[in-house]
């Protein structure tokens, strides 16, 4: 993984439980929780391209769990080890960072907060990851429609509304 100038570390089950499409998914199964979260934050990174996007999920009750890291599309995904939270993960992974690389925490859990802004890093709420996704999600949207190439490549695709109203009405006057 090489060194990106700006880190999101995104505590997977703390979100998933924050989240509430996410919490009522998992009650369902818990993998697709974590799923829709990858697709969710993947879909977040490609919007956000600067930044690199981490989803750590705890192995700590997974008998035997060595841990690994996986690239998931444009994301990379922790499974710590077994008897290592995702918030021990998240704090050796910030204090072995340089200082000079931004590096955001995504967790709601409030201890978790105050080591991680205590080795410099800041840190984002569940409800503000929330807010920043939706308002990403809602620019790409936005950006898609302005930039998508007319249906049929017609002469009223091109026009501006005023010009199309008026086309339209001598061509109804006939």
């Known amino acids: 993984m090489s060194l990106a100038r ?14 509430d499409e996410l919490w009522s998914l998992s009650e369902i199964s818990l993998e697709s929780a974590r ?14 391209s600067k930044v690199t996007v981490i ?12 841990g690994s890291v996986e690239k998931y599309e ?10 290592e939270t995702a918030d021990h993960y998240i704090e ?19 201890l978790e907060q105050i080591i991680i802004l ?3 890093a800041t840190r984002i709420s569940a409800r503000e990851l929330k807010l920043e996704v939706e ?15 007319p249906k049929n490549n ?13 086309l339209e009405k001598m061509r109804r006057q006939k």
């Open 154 to 166: 017609l002469l009223m695709d091109n026009l501006d509304h005023k010009t199309r109203k008026q």
């Open 92 to 110: 050796k992974t910030v204090t072995r960072m340089p200082k000079e690389v931004k590096i955001r925490v995504a967790t709601s859990d409030g």
């Open 55 to 66: 989803v750590v999920f705890d192995g700590y009750l997974v008998k035997g769990s060595i």
């Open 74 to 83: 444009n994301i990379y995904v922790v499974f710590t080890k077994e008897a």
């Open 35 to 48: 799923q829709k979260l990858l697709d969710i934050m993947s879909n977040y990174q490609g919007f956000n």
């Open 6 to 19: 700006e880190y999101l570390l995104v505590d997977g089950y703390n979100i998933i439980h924050a989240w």
């Open 135 to 149: 308002a990403s999600n809602k620019a790409m949207r936005e950006e898609f429609i302005e930039n998508r190439p």
């Open 118 to 120: 205590g080795n410099g």
